[in-house]
C-alpha cells in the first residue's frame, strides 16, 4: 500500500519541487533585473548632478565676469534652472539616512537668491554691492562642493562602488561595508554647515522664515508619487503621465515630490507638495524661439493657464520682458484687496505662449483663507501720509508683509515721482509707511 502512495506522490513531489526552482529561478531574474535597474538610475543621477554642478560653476563664474543687465538676467535664471536641476538629481539618490541636508539648503537658497535677482528689471535696479559680494561668496562655496562631489565621483568610478550596496549599509547600519559613498557626502555637508551664514537679502530670508512657519498650514490630504505625476500632466495639459518619474523630497521643513518629464524639445521639472499637492516650482527647459506674440496675448494666455490650474483672481503688479521670454509678476486679488503674500511669477515663451516657468512658492506658503482686519482710516485720511511730492496714479487696498514681518492692510498708493513709478503702502490702521518700493515696468491702469 505504502508503495502504491509513494509511487503516486513521488512524481508529484517531483513536478511541484521542479516548479518551485522555475518559480524561484524567475524570481531572482526578476529581482536581478530591479536591483540593475535600481543602480542604473542611482548611478545616472550621481553623474548628472556632477554635470550640473560643473554647468553651475560656470553659469555663475560668467555671471560675475558680465556688465549687462540683460546678460545678467539670463545667467541668474540659468543659475536659477541648474540649481534646481540640481536638486532634482539629489532627490533620486538613497539619501534618506545619509547626512546632506545643509547642502541641499544652500542649493535651495542659491536657486531662489538667483531666481530673485533674474526675474526683477535689472537696468531700473541693478544688483548692488552687497548682492554681488554674496554672489561671488555663494561661488566660491559651490566651487569647493563641486570638487567634492568631482573627489567622490572618481572614486566610484575607480573602485566600481555600487549605490544598491550604499542603500544596503545605510539599511542594515553595517560598519564592515565600504563607506566610502557615505563618507563622501557627509564630508560635503559637514563643510556647508562651517559656511558663514550668507547674506541672502530680507526677500529670501523672509521667505525661508516663512515657509517654515506656513508648512503646517498647508491643507489637503497627502498625495502619492502616481497623483504627483497626474497634477503635472495636468499643469502641462498632457492626457498621460508617461515616462514621469516621480521622487519624494523626505528632508527638510515640508515634503515635495520632484516630478521630471522629459520630452523631444527638453526635460520639464517640476516640485509639488505632499500635502496638498500645490505646484512649487515648474521649468521647462525647451528652447525658445523668435518671438510671435505681444504683451496682450502672452498675459491673456498665462491669466487662462492659471485659471485651469487653480489659480483664480491673480492681478499683474510688475513685467519684465527679455528676448523672448515674458516675466508676469501676480498677486491675489480678494475682493477689492490685494493680497501681496500670495504673489507668484510666470514665465511665457513669445513664440507661442506655453508657459515655461512657475514660480509659486510665496503663493503656495503664504494662504489666507480671508484678508483680517478692516480699515480705520479713510483713503483720503491715509494719503495725507504719503509725500507731497509723489503725483498719486491709483489707489488700492492692500495685505502685506511689512518690513517688520508682520501682516498688515493697507492703502497702496501708485504714482510718478521724477519720471520713476513707485508704490508706497501707508497702514490703514494708524497711518505708519509700511513700505516704498520702485516698481519695475508695472502697467498702473491694471493694477
Excluded at 185 to 203: C, I, L, S
Amino acid at each position: 500500500m505504502y508503495r502504491k502512495i509513494a509511487a503516486i506522490l513521488f512524481p508529484v513531489s517531483l513536478i511541484a519541487l521542479v516548479a518551485t526552482g522555475v518559480w524561484g529561478y524567475y524570481e531572482s531574474q526578476d529581482k536581478d533585473s530591479i536591483l540593475i535597474k535600481a543602480e542604473n538610475q542611482y548611478q545616472r543621477a550621481f553623474h548628472e548632478l556632477n554635470d550640473h554642478m560643473d554647468q553651475l560653476d560656470a553659469e555663475i563664474g560668467k555671471s560675475l565676469a558680465i556688465n549687462s543687465a540683460k546678460q545678467t538676467t539670463t545667467s541668474m535664471t540659468n543659475v536659477w534652472r541648474l540649481t534646481y536641476a540640481a536638486q532634482n538629481d539629489i532627490a533620486q539618490l538613497p539619501m534618506t539616512l545619509m547626512p546632506f541636508h545643509k547642502a541641499e539648503e544652500f542649493l535651495s537658497d542659491l536657486g531662489t537668491f538667483s531666481y530673485k535677482i533674474g526675474v526683477r528689471d535689472l537696468h531700473v535696479e541693478p544688483m548692488n554691492n552687497t548682492e554681488w559680494k554674496s554672489l561671488q561668496s555663494l561661488y566660491n562655496h559651490q566651487r569647493e562642493i563641486r570638487s567634492n562631489l568631482h573627489q567622490l565621483q572618481s572614486k566610484v568610478l575607480d573602485k566600481n562602488l555600487r549605490w544598491m550596496d550604499v542603500e544596503l549599509a545605510l539599511a542594515s547600519e553595517d560598519k564592515t561595508m565600504d563607506n566610502t559613498i557615505i563618507d563622501g557626502f557627509h564630508k560635503v555637508n559637514k563643510m556647508v554647515e562651517q559656511y558663514p551664514e550668507a547674506d541672502w537679502g530680507p526677500t529670501v530670508n523672509n521667505l525661508k522664515v516663512r515657509q517654515k512657519e506656513k508648512y503646517n498650514s498647508l491643507k489637503g490630504k497627502s498625495i502619492t508619487a502616481e497623483e504627483a505625476k497626474q497634477r503635472v500632466a495636468k499643469l502641462m495639459n498632457r492626457p498621460t503621465t508617461k515616462n514621469m518619474t516621480a521622487v519624494l523630497n523626505k528632508k527638510g521643513d515640508y515634503q515635495t515630490y520632484s516630478v521630471r518629464y522629459p520630452l523631444k524639445s527638453g526635460d520639464v521639472y517640476t516640485d509639488i507638495t505632499k500635502v496638498g499637492g500645490k505646484v512649487v516650482w515648474m521649468i521647462d527647459e525647451r528652447p525658445v524661439g523668435k518671438a510671435k506674440l505681444n504683451y496682450e496675448q502672452a498675459e491673456a494666455g498665462a491669466q487662462r493657464f492659471l485659471k485651469r490650474i487653480g489659480f483664480p483672481d491673480m492681478s499683474v503688479i510688475s513685467y519684465n520682458q527679455t528676448d523672448d521670454l515674458l516675466s508676469l509678476n501676480y498677486v491675489h486679488r480678494e475682493d477689492n484687496v490685494l493680497v501681496y503674500p500670495q504673489a507668484l511669477t510666470v514665465k511665457i515663451a513669445m513664440d507661442n505662449g506655453n508657459i515655461v516657468g512657475i514660480h509659486a512658492a510665496e503663493y503656495v506658503f503664504n494662504f489666507h483663507e480671508t484678508v483680517k482686519g478692516h480699515p480705520k482710516l479713510t483713503e483720503a485720511q491715509a494719503k495725507g501720509y504719503v509725500s507731497p511730492r509723489l503725483k498719486v496714479q491709483k489707489t488700492n487696498l492692500a495685505y502685506i508683509y511689512g518690513e517688520d514681518g508682520k501682516e498688515a492692510l493697507c492703502y497702496e498708493f501708485l504714482g510718478i515721482l521724477n519720471k520713476e513709478q513707485y508704490r508706497v503702502f501707508i497702514n490703514s490702521q494708524n497711518g505708519n509707511e509700511e513700505l516704498v518700493e520702485k516698481i519695475t515696468k508695472a502697467d498702473l491702469s491694471e493694477a
